[in-house]
């Protein structure tokens, strides 16, 4: 089947993402704890948190679809150069967001003046929470990069990043809601006792992915099913 990709809009639905997540959490919960814990476990070796995540959620789809797998696949680095570039490219935007308050703050405390020291200071607050709507910004516009990397395949993040900006157009409230609710859901475990990150934390995962295959089933369309629709009429 010749399935591309046509990036539109998604319609977000929170409420089936919050309960499907939960039916294939119970389903296979100890096998997807385990991928989690080796998801964790990888994360902990440098610039390979996010292929770890993109495992998780190809690990996840398996799962999902009864396709053969393990919760060791999460130790795959077929990917590495594509995430390593990513973290790259997202280590240097946050350098460049920060570049001015290399000199904002040794600027303050050289300033004798003290209406310029308070002029600066004021200015150094608005800029951190520029820097604060900015990161938002980027994490929200980019949330399904994720999904276009792992189960899409797509190696170039211009590209991802593109179509994730199409994808989220008019959803950023609504994927911040989602993420908001999802991360308090997800630290329960971690606040109320520490091993209890290991049944709420799944939680977090199995909601983003099925978020990811909702939305990517969306802009997916079947080129020879397409072909024949436009013979037939």
Same mark, same amino acid.
């Given at each position: 089947m010749n399935v591309k990709l046509s990036p539109r809009p998604i319609n977000f639905n929170m409420n089936l +993402?919050?309960?499907?997540?939960?039916e294939l959490l119970k389903k296979e919960f100890v096998n997807i704890a385990l991928a989690t814990f080796l998801c964790l476990i990888m994360s902990i070796i440098p610039f390979c948190g996010f292929?770890? &995540?993109? %495992?998780? +959620?190809k690990y996840l789809r398996d799962v999902k679809n009864h396709r053969p797998s393990s919760p060791g696949d999460i130790f795959n680095?077929? %990917?590495?150069? =594509?995430?390593? /570039? *990513?973290? *790259?490219? &997202?280590?240097?935007?946050l350098f460049v967001l920060f570049i001015p308050m290399f000199f904002i703050f040794p600027g303050i405390m050289l300033l004798q003046n003290e209406i310029a020291g308070i002029g600066a200071g004021i200015f150094g607050f608005l800029y951190m929470i520029f820097i604060f709507v900015a990161l938002f910004y980027f994490v929200l516009k980019g949330f399904y990069i994720p999904a276009l990397f792992s189960l899409k395949g797509i190696t170039d993040i211009k =590209?991802?990043?593109k179509m994730s900006?199409? &994808?989220?157009?008019? %959803? *950023?409230?609504? /994927?911040?809601?989602?993420?908001?609710?999802?991360?308090? *859901?997800?630290?329960i475990g971690a606040i109320a006792c520490g091993i209890?990150?290991?049944?709420?934390?799944? +939680?977090?995962?199995?909601t983003h992915y099925i978020a990811f295959e909702d939305a990517l089933k969306q802009i997916e369309y079947d080129e020879?099913?397409? /072909?024949? /629709?436009k013979e037939k009429y």
């Amino acid at each position: 089947m010749n399935v591309k990709l046509s990036p539109r809009p998604i319609n977000f639905n929170m409420n089936l +993402y919050l309960s499907e997540g939960y039916e294939l959490l119970k389903k296979e919960f100890v096998n997807i704890a385990l991928a989690t814990f080796l998801c964790l476990i990888m994360s902990i070796i440098p610039f390979c948190g996010f292929l770890a &995540m993109g %495992n998780l +959620y190809k690990y996840l789809r398996d799962v999902k679809n009864h396709r053969p797998s393990s919760p060791g696949d999460i130790f795959n680095f077929d %990917n590495f150069s =594509t995430y390593f /570039i *990513l973290q *790259l490219i &997202m280590i240097a935007g946050l350098f460049v967001l920060f570049i001015p308050m290399f000199f904002i703050f040794p600027g303050i405390m050289l300033l004798q003046n003290e209406i310029a020291g308070i002029g600066a200071g004021i200015f150094g607050f608005l800029y951190m929470i520029f820097i604060f709507v900015a990161l938002f910004y980027f994490v929200l516009k980019g949330f399904y990069i994720p999904a276009l990397f792992s189960l899409k395949g797509i190696t170039d993040i211009k =590209t991802a990043w593109k179509m994730s900006k199409i &994808m989220t157009k008019g %959803n *950023l409230l609504m /994927i911040f809601i989602f993420s908001i609710i999802v991360l308090i *859901l997800s630290q329960i475990g971690a606040i109320a006792c520490g091993i209890g990150v290991l049944v709420t934390m799944p +939680y977090m995962y199995t909601t983003h992915y099925i978020a990811f295959e909702d939305a990517l089933k969306q802009i997916e369309y079947d080129e020879i099913t397409e /072909i024949g /629709i436009k013979e037939k009429y």
